[in-house]
Structure formats: structure tokens, C-alpha cells
């Protein structure tokens, strides 16, 4: 088995309820929080690719702050139109409230295409 790439990202205590943007390897990746466990995301809509992060949160579901295009932050699943793609999603490692991401998940990510 590989060993993974890991980058500290930020602290969970750092992770407004909007979402929290990073880039890695020129792609904005977004983290959310929901209860105590940290999900990420492309930071992308896959409708216009809007930073979803610049977006609304209502519970476990964000959306886009052009379109309204609506997405489940634990699965990036796309809930509501006019985005008929779900977000990819990325696995983060949490250790004593630090988030960690394994930069080698961007090679194998679904690029988006438009």
C-alpha cells in the first residue's frame, strides 16, 4: 500500500458553517462540518463551477449562490436543479481536531468537464 501524501489543512475549530476553501494541486477543495465529523468536497457547483463555499448552508445541504443548484455535503449527491452532477468527494483524516488530506486523491478525482 502506498503511503499517503497528508498536508495539514486547518483545525475543526476553524470551519465556519459555510464551509472552509483550500487549493491543492489547482483545485479548490471545500470542508464542512457536520456534528463532529469533517466531509470534503470539490468546491465547485457542477452546473457553472461557483465556489459552493461562497454559497448557503441549510444543515447537511449546501447550495449555489448563483443558480440554487442544492448538494448533501456527506455525498455530494445534487439534490435540486439545475446541476444534474453530483460534487466528487474526498476522504480527510482528523487527528486531535487538525484535518489532514492526502494530496494523491486529486490524481484519481473525476475531473469536471463543461
Given at each position: 500500500?502506498?503511503?499517503?501524501?497528508?498536508?495539514?489543512?486547518?483545525?475543526?475549530?476553524?470551519?465556519?458553517?459555510?464551509?472552509?476553501s483550500?487549493?491543492?494541486?489547482?483545485?479548490?477543495?471545500?470542508?464542512?462540518?457536520?456534528?463532529?465529523?469533517?466531509?470534503?468536497?470539490?468546491?465547485?457547483?457542477?452546473?457553472?463551477?461557483?465556489?459552493?463555499t461562497?454559497?448557503?448552508?441549510?444543515?447537511?445541504?449546501?447550495?449555489?449562490?448563483?443558480?440554487?443548484?442544492?448538494?448533501?455535503?456527506?455525498?455530494?449527491?445534487?439534490?435540486?436543479?439545475?446541476?444534474?452532477?453530483?460534487?466528487?468527494?474526498?476522504?480527510?483524516?482528523?487527528?486531535?481536531?487538525?484535518?489532514?488530506?492526502?494530496?494523491?486523491?486529486?490524481?484519481?478525482?473525476?475531473?469536471?468537464?463543461?
Amino acid at each position: 500500500m502506498a503511503e499517503k501524501k497528508l498536508i495539514h489543512v486547518t483545525s475543526t475549530s476553524d470551519i465556519p458553517n459555510t464551509g472552509f476553501s483550500f487549493e491543492v494541486k489547482n483545485r479548490k477543495i471545500a470542508l464542512y462540518m457536520i456534528k463532529d465529523k469533517v466531509y470534503a468536497l470539490d468546491d465547485r457547483c457542477t452546473h457553472m463551477r461557483i465556489q459552493m463555499t461562497k454559497g448557503f448552508r441549510n444543515g447537511d445541504i449546501i447550495g449555489c449562490p448563483v443558480h440554487g443548484a442544492l448538494f448533501d455535503i456527506a455525498t455530494g449527491k445534487v439534490l435540486q436543479a439545475p446541476a444534474y452532477r453530483d460534487i466528487p468527494t474526498f476522504d480527510v483524516i482528523v487527528k486531535n481536531g487538525e484535518v489532514y488530506f492526502d494530496t494523491d486523491q486529486i490524481v484519481d478525482a473525476p475531473e469536471l468537464k463543461f
